[in-house]
């Protein structure tokens, strides 16, 4: 009986030993399998960094390079041998070496990086147009171990937009010459022919005279948009009473804009510091906005309204109205609202842009609050100078 016992003793640990080789050949051939995707996956990531036209960049969180790419090297002109353990402020520019510290702070919170255009320096010493995206990489525990970075070339996309800025400043400036004589000659009629009470040629030289400024007002936008994509646009501040320019853009708004009902609600004589032309583009083409997406004979609210220390400036339509998609935009260069209803509207998309950047100069910006078929409100604030009288 004792050796039938261990007999089966011998048997069932014969058995329990083939059930955990087997199991332990499974756990061998799981793991070859998993390797063997791995090494697949790790293959195919990299060719495609290998292969792609942007530098990928890996760097810690001291700034070392751990890894350098084929288009790294053809981009920048530096090897992966020469690159990697050195520091990745050898390619920023000793005037933009401060932008490494607030890229780092922003990715320690979690945040992306995502196209920020600047300069970085080459081998040779030349300096390209880069666009950047950087994220961070995190270990399993999801704390940020180091930095991938993707860089591409934009220099030759930014040589193009020069170009046709300098076409569009060229083209603007010849034809602002003849526009103000043409003006001038129309102003003058005008004050001849009022004498002699000839109706019919004083409607059509003040219709000409009305489209000689808004021609004008084209002209300028274009100008200022070439002047503010090569930063070279300054203030000319001056302290004026802001009521009494709000008067004169009130004033040409009715001459430009007879079909329109244009109120004002008009507030204390006070005093601001800004510069007057540019701050009266930023109302003229608030106000042309109004004009062009609402329909005739609707009104056009003007308001000036003190809060605080601030002044804040509205115009308001009872127009088309402009959906919370195209708002996220609306104040992007070139950007037209995606409404079949606003298709016959003319326009370039560049009047809002240059309302918000000029703004911005003053350390103001443009705010809107739109739905659609209600109208729209844009405004903005600048800060009260002073409220006695000049």
């Excluded at 969180?61 to 353990?85: D, K, P, Q």
């Excluded at 320096?121 to 399993?140: A, E, M, Q, W, Y």
């Excluded at 004033?251 to 005093?271: D, V």
């Excluded at 003319?346 to 703004?359: M, N, Q, T």
Aim: glycine letters at 6%; one cysteine or more; charged letters at 25%.
């Amino acid at each position: 009986m004792d050796s039938y016992n261990s007999l089966n003793d011998k048997i069932g640990s014969h058995k329990l030993k083939e059930i955990e080789l087997n199991g332990n050949i499974r756990q061998q051939e799981l793991l070859i399998e998993a390797m063997r995707l791995a090494e697949e996956k790790s293959a195919i990531l990299n060719a495609i960094i290998e292969s792609t036209d942007d530098a990928i960049i890996s760097k810690d969180l001291n700034g070392t390079i751990t890894s350098w790419n084929n288009s790294a090297e053809r981009i920048f002109g530096y090897t992966a041998e020469e690159m990697i353990g050195q520091s990745i402020l050898k390619l920023i520019p000793a005037d933009r070496q401060q932008e490494e510290p607030l890229i780092l702070n922003q990715l320690k919170r979690g945040q992306r990086v995502d196209h920020f255009e600047t300069k970085r320096r080459t081998k040779n010493g030349c300096f390209i147009d880069v666009s950047l995206t950087i994220s961070p990489v995190k270990d399993k525990a999801g704390n940020i171990i180091g930095l991938s970075k993707i860089a591409r070339d934009i220099t030759d996309k930014k040589m193009a937009e020069q170009r046709k800025n300098d076409f569009v400043a060229i083209v603007s400036h010849e034809l602002k010459t003849p526009l103000t004589s043409m003006k001038s000659y129309i102003q003058l009629a005008l004050g001849k022919i009022k004498e002699s009470n000839e109706s019919f040629i004083e409607s059509v030289l003040t219709r000409a005279h009305t489209q000689t400024q808004k021609m004008t007002m084209m002209i300028n936008d274009f100008l200022n948009l070439s002047r503010i994509e090569e930063g070279k646009m300054p203030l000319n501040r001056s302290r004026f009473v802001l009521s009494e320019l709000i008067d004169e853009v009130v004033e040409e708004g009715c001459i430009l804009a007879p079909n329109h009902l244009i109120e004002y609600q008009r507030c204390s004589r006070f005093i601001v510091d800004a510069d007057k032309d540019k701050l009266c583009q930023v109302m003229n083409n608030l106000l042309s906005n109004a004009v062009k997406y609402s329909d005739p004979g609707t009104v056009i609210n003007i308001c000036c309204k003190i809060e605080v220390d601030v002044v804040r400036v509205s115009f308001s339509d009872h127009g088309l109205g402009i959906s919370a998609e195209d708002q996220k935009r609306l104040f992007e260069r070139f950007y037209r609202v995606s409404d079949e209803r606003a298709k016959n509207v003319s326009g370039f998309g560049i009047g809002l842009y240059l309302v918000a950047e000029i703004l911005k100069l003053h350390g103001s910006k443009i705010t809107v609050s739109s739905e659609i078929g209600k109208g729209s409100v844009f405004s903005f604030c600048l800060p009260i100078e002073s409220k006695e009288l000049i």
